[in-house]
């Protein structure tokens, strides 16, 4: 929540994180030769010593990084989803950013060249596929090894994951392209973001500054509740909210959905 309120609206971007930095350890720590099959002709005709694997698992630690959404799955929202409130949004405590899917896929598309960006659902086996056209110099152009390779190296998660219903987008990014702080981000996020829900247990006292940060923009607030045994939200009239401290519980609570 204090993540959402001094960094992600007021700057308006969103961390491109390093995809071995991910909270699956299947994906932070696992070695590029466990992509794939271990009885793969053409990787042991690529593997002829340590050197490219070692440079491939290096371009995958520093380069290629992730931003990851989360689907509604079927007739399931994602705000109905508690357990992933609980895992990812300070156990009820935080807010659900809500994106326009065809707004997004513009704005990442603006940001990041073609050849450096791939969107795809991830999918929840880790049947290992043979990689595609391997070849002896592959090391010496990594992101396309990586891309090419990218729906059986940078999409697949154990299925105990599956629930997420994740939609990821990879980046190939150095830091050379990053202001040179190592860090990559997905700018001007308002031109996509629709609608910030408040988890069921928000802080009251944290409800004005979200009013305050979206105020005169297109982006609705809804606060979440749980009622009568389902999820319910509530529009925030954004103009009942005068703003100051004092009167941050004369907000009213309108359109119920």
Known sequence: METAIEHILPLKKLLINKLCLSNDPVESKKSVSEFIKTNSSKWEEFIENNHEENSLYKFYQNSVRYISFTKNKGTRKVYEAPAMWAHYGQKHKGVCL???????????????????????????????????????NEHERHAEFFLRNAKDVLFKKNRDWREESEYR??????????????????????????????GIEFNENYKCAIINLLKGSHIRVYQLYFKNGKFVLSLVNTDELIGSPEDILQYCLIDEL
């Open 98 to 136: 809500v994106f326009d899917k065809k707004l997004l896929k513009k704005l990442i598309k603006r940001q990041f060249p073609p050849s450096n960006l791939k969107g795809l659902s991830v999918s929840y086996n880790l049947h290992c596929s043979e990689l595609k056209q391997i070849e002896k």
């Open 169 to 198: 987008y990879v980046v190939i990014s150095n830091d050379s392209s990053n202001n040179g702080n190592g860090l990559c981000f997905l700018e001007n996020i308002n031109q996509a973001l629709i609608a910030v829900v408040l």
